[in-house]
């Protein structure tokens, strides 16, 4: 079965530093992987997504992630946050083949502090 | 011009009553699905619809029943509602089942008192 870890459900940074944060994964199979971003009070938007292609991804907003097998992660960054960036992160995983259901982390709500 | 669109967005009912939730698509998609998102964020699939077939259904309670009238429709029938039903719905669609993009409206925060 496949899922993910998000550690810490909360991160606090400055505006203009680095966003980090760690998302990992188990698969029994090579999976596929995502980040999702919810502003309040609205759905989910994709971020970027690794499908065994590049190994880093660049999506929207500056946003990129980098797949790392040997360590099971797929952790986003950002080089310097924006107020803008404030919102909960999802990781997400699912197998790269058949018909299986994205499984979410629990979520990393982002603060951008002034 | 929304792309995948909820109604009602808040929904507030007593325990034990019946309740709907509508979504609706215009992307052209053959497959929906539906998410339950519990106080803690948490966010898990309920279901999932091909071409108005079931092809997922994770353990949800029958109390739920899914029905998809055409392809760009998913609606969500609540039967006996209880407290722990208190939730955002999100519904979402993409091209093809577990396409690697899905596309979320905007949530139905459901409250049972």
């Known amino acids: 079965a496949q899922s993910v870890t998000q550690l810490g459900s909360h991160v606090s940074v400055s505006e203009g530093a680095l966003v980090l944060l760690r998302c990992n994964y188990s698969s029994s199979v090579p999976p596929y992987l995502f980040w999702y971003v919810q502003y309040p009070n609205q759905g989910l938007q994709l971020l970027l997504k690794y499908t065994s292609a590049a190994t880093l991804v660049k999506g929207i907003n500056g946003f990129e992630a980098e797949f790392k097998k040997s360590e099971t992660s797929f952790h986003l960054t950002k080089p310097s946050a924006h107020m803008s960036d404030a919102a909960e992160y999802f990781c997400a995983v699912r197998k790269s083949s058949g018909n299986t259901p994205l499984v979410f982390g629990k979520g990393t709500r982002l603060s951008v502090i002034a | 011009d929304t792309a995948v669109s909820q109604t009602p967005k808040y929904l507030v009912t007593q325990m034990g009553n019946d309740k709907s939730i509508k979504c609706e698509q215009n992307?052209?998609?053959?497959?929906m699905y539906w998410y339950k998102q519990d106080s803690k964020k948490f966010l898990k699939i309920m279901f999932s619809?091909?071409?108005?077939?079931?092809?997922i259904n994770e353990t949800v309670p029958n109390r739920f029943s899914p029905k998809s009238p055409d392809k760009a429709h998913l609606n969500l029938h609540i039967n006996s509602l209880e407290l722990g039903d208190s939730a955002v719905y999100f519904c979402?669609?993409?091209?093809?089942?577990?396409?690697?993009?899905?596309?979320f409206g905007p949530g139905t925060r459901l409250t049972v008192l």
């Open positions: 992307l052209g998609h053959d497959t």
């Open positions: 979402a669609s993409s091209q093809v089942p577990n396409s690697d993009t899905q596309y």
């Open positions: 619809y091909n071409n108005k077939e079931l092809i």
